[in-house]
């Protein structure tokens, strides 16, 4: 008779390590060898009884699948008595005698260490294994699910603030059938539709909303700035068009001309009965708008200005507006006064008639089909000699006397180029906050989604929610806790530009380039996160995000160069740094404020530097004072930096380029620590302990993130040591699982209409 596990029921013990080897198809050659050899070193084993366990590990004769069903079948009876076995061999012992003694107590003594080796050498893990063969595994990651800890409608309220009823208004108009989202791919009609809304908006106050009240506007900018935030949950082409209509060609108008200029277009602008442009950008200048070459030359006998594109490439382009809607534009040319230069100034200039043909002298070309942002017609605009009469002129800064000299209240032209351009430091706010809004709709999609989306899980167990996997989590959760820092932090920009100060504006313009910046990146990055977390639906265009990451891809870009606009951050803090010394020599400074620096750190000691804590990283001391140093040291350093390479003979301009990286990383300090700082700030006015708590956890990881992110500085100089920056790992992956189970009900806190989320996320509410 031929040996079976039926009929020499001791050999089972084999079954469950035969069927772990054999589960996935594939005998390797180690494992064969390793059975082996161990199957030929058990004494206690036949001749027979060898070549029968050998013949089950054959590569040339596998297992059919009928008997690997019948081994399984015969572990699932095994698992279902008790005591609960902990290992293969005891799950083997279990079998070998189950229906009668077939291993004594004296065999299994024997069996089992060395069973046990045989699990080691084959890269067993016992445990792992067992909990894989039980059917309907309870597990901690399949039951981590959304709760809501604090009331949405509170947290909603809380983050719109005074603001509630003018995004309530707007989110109404987007909500409504006229504002259906559109295919994009038609570009002709797709600029037709934006138009269309855009009318819309006018008609019911909301383009004029910054403009005085004798302009039919309700002098409100921090209103103008929230319609153009909640405007972007719908589409960016329109939140672009909107801008580009009422607010660089209308708060041009407002922010540089005189009350002649608001009497005679803020109106028709507020309407869209003049549609406009602001058409300072040129092809061979772009940032540098100081180096722009169309000219406007002034004519005394006539009293106007000659406005002439002197060579092709110093024409106008990317100019929002112009190639199919645009009437008239704000003009940034070089004033010519008798042969000489005063400088950018600004001129009003009729580029198209009301039947859409263009006016002698101006050309305009089409910038075709773009990235992203479709609706919004881009154009390239060239002057042949235009004429235009003096009062069109925008005056506020300069202006031409009755006997043809130019007189400004700002004698130095470069503080009189630097006040205009600050006035028109609001572009720089309505872009980062509609970026954020693109980003709050991405995560809301992928956070939903991943909630909803069910994938892989414990053998034998039910599918899990991918948002409860830790990767999952550490792609998401660190950019929603950074909108909610990024928020709070748009709002405190908000509020200092709107109860500016004259001393204050050069701060504030820094403050506006470095969030705009920092912001639109984020967006960048986050939008990327939530397109992989999404999968190949967040591929498909109808769920949005395809989109949202090619309309924002160009808000890195205009309104400043990003990383020019990061250099301007860096310029203005060093030049408080210069400041805050007074008449003090430069050595002097660096010494002092390295010293002061490092005397300062009370958390630069062995036990701090090795902290780990949970106390300790959670406390917002050491949050604060890790975020100002990084900060004051980039600072001190970059300055120490630049004049030695000055003082070893380099030109200022050449140190200046070498220090760019240096720079921007002393810019992002100076933000992260703003960002933090506000986030602080809002935590302490809100009196909901629920909202309270969630937001302190929040905030948590929004700190120890950023601090990871930027854990080399800190074990550079020794800030740190390798002990805590693991812990601080430790730390966000926890709080991204804390967090998971609020995310849900901290995305729906954006409120966002639901027209303007994606079908991946709706789907099973039509399933129900």
């Known amino acids: 008779m031929s040996i079976t596990f039926t009929n020499n029921p001791k050999l089972s013990l084999f079954i469950p390590v035969f069927y772990v080897v054999w589960e996935d198809d594939i005998l390797t050659k180690e494992e064969f060898k390793t059975l082996n050899s161990f199957i030929n070193d058990q004494e206690w084993l036949t001749k027979a009884e060898k070549n029968f366990l050998k013949s089950k590990i054959d590569v040339q004769s596998p297992p059919t699948r009928s008997e690997l069903f019948r081994w399984r079948e015969v572990i699932d009876k095994a698992l279902q008595e008790p005591p609960k076995p902990e290992s293969l061999t005891a799950l083997g012992i279990v079998i070998a005698n189950a ?83 559109q295919d994009s791919s038609d570009t ?14 006018a008609n019911k106050g909301l383009g004029a909303y910054a403009y005085p009240k004798a302009q039919g506007g309700k002098d409100d900018v921090e209103g103008y700035f929230t319609i153009m935030e909640t405007l972007s949950y719908h589409d960016l082409s329109l939140v672009i068009k909107f801008g580009v209509q009422f607010g660089l060609w209308g708060m041009s108008i407002l922010s540089l ?33 100081k180096g722009i070459n169309t000219t406007a030359t002034y004519n005394h006998k006539d009293k106007t200005f000659t406005i002439h594109t002197p060579e092709k490439y110093d024409r106008k382009e990317y100019i929002g507006n112009a190639a199919n809607h645009g009437e008239m534009a704000t003009v940034f040319a070089k004033l010519i006064i008798d042969g000489k230069d005063y400088g950018v100034n600004a001129f009003v200039v009729p580029i198209r008639n009301k039947d859409r043909t263009v006016v002698k002298g101006v050309t305009i070309e089409d910038c075709g089909r773009k990235m992203g942002l479709n609706g919004v017609d881009n154009g390239i605009i060239y ?13 506020r800064f300069a202006s031409i006397n009755e006997d043809g000299e130019f007189e400004s209240p700002i004698p130095s032209n470069n503080r009189r180029f630097f006040t205009m351009l600050g006035t028109l430091v609001g572009g720089r706010i309505g872009i980062p906050r509609s970026a954020l809004a693109a980003s709050k709709i991405g995560l809301t999609i992928a956070i939903k989604y991943g909630d909803d989306r069910k994938q892989f899980g414990p053998q034998g167990g039910n599918e899990v929610p991918i948002l409860n996997y ?68 967040g591929y498909i265009s109808e769920n949005r995000i395809d989109d949202l990451k090619n309309d924002t891809e160009i808000y890195t870009t205009f309104e400043g160069d990003n990383t020019v606009l990061m250099q301007l951050v860096a310029k203005n803090r060093l030049g408080e740094f210069r400041k805050e010394f007074g008449e003090m020599g430069l050595g002097t400074i660096f010494n002092y404020v390295l010293e002061q620096a490092k005397t300062t750190i009370t958390e630069k000691n062995p036990f701090a530097t090795r902290n780990t804590d949970e106390e300790h990283l959670k406390d917002r001391d050491f949050h604060l004072h890790a975020f100002q140093y990084r900060e004051k040291e980039l600072v001190s350093s970059a300055a120490r930096r630049f004049k030695k390479l000055v003082d070893d003979g380099l030109d200022t301009f050449d140190a200046a380029n070498v220090m760019h990286p240096h ?17 602080v700030l809002a935590i302490d006015t809100c009196d909901d302990e629920p909202l309270k708590e969630v937001l302190t956890r929040l905030y948590n990881l929004f700190a120890l993130h950023t601090l990871e992110k930027n854990k080399a500085w800190y074990l550079e100089e020794n800030y740190m040591e ?11 992956s926890q709080l991204c699982w804390e967090i998971r189970q609020d995310a849900v009900p901290l995305v729906d806190a954006f409120n966002i209409p639901e027209n303007c989320l994606a079908p991946i996320i709706t789907f099973r509410k039509e399933e129900a």
């Open 663 to 679: 720079m921007l990383n002393l810019a992002e300090a100076y933000l992260e620590r703003v960002f933090l700082e506000q986030f």
């Open 383 to 395: 002057f042949d000699n235009v004429v235009i009469p003096k009062e069109d002129m925008l005056d």
């Open 470 to 537: 830790r990767m999952h989590q550490l792609r998401l959760m660190p950019y929603l806790a950074k909108s909610y820092a990024l928020h709070f932090g748009l709002q405190y920009l908000t509020q200092r530009f709107i109860n500016r100060s004259p001393e204050e504006m050069q701060e504030i313009e820094a403050l506006a380039a470095g969030m705009k910046a920092y912001v639109t990146w984020n967006t960048r990055n986050a939008l990327q996160e939530c397109r992989e977390a999404c999968g190949g639906k």
């Open 257 to 289: 001309g005189t009350d002649k200029h608001y009497k005679k277009y803020l109106k028709d602008i507020g309407t869209l009965q003049l549609p406009g442009c602001f058409a300072m950008t040129e092809t061979h200048h772009g940032s540098n708008v």
């Open 99 to 181: 229906e009668r003694i077939a291993l004594t107590v004296e065999d299994i003594e024997k069996i089992t260490p060395v069973f046990a080796k045989l699990e080691s050498d084959l890269g067993i893990i016992s445990r792992e294994v067992i909990s894989g063969f039980r059917k309907n595994r309870d597990t901690i990651t399949h039951n981590h699910k959304t709760i809501e800890s604090f009331s949405v409608a509170k947290m909603s309220k809380f983050l719109d603030g005074n603001q509630a009823d003018i995004i309530d208004k707007v989110k109404q108009i987007i909500n409504s059938p006229e504002f259906a989202l």
């Open 722 to 732: 390798g002990v805590k920056t693991k812990a601080i790992r430790k730390a966000v």
């Open 188 to 201: 002709v009609a797709f600029r037709e539709k934006v138009l269309q809304w855009s009318q819309i908006l």
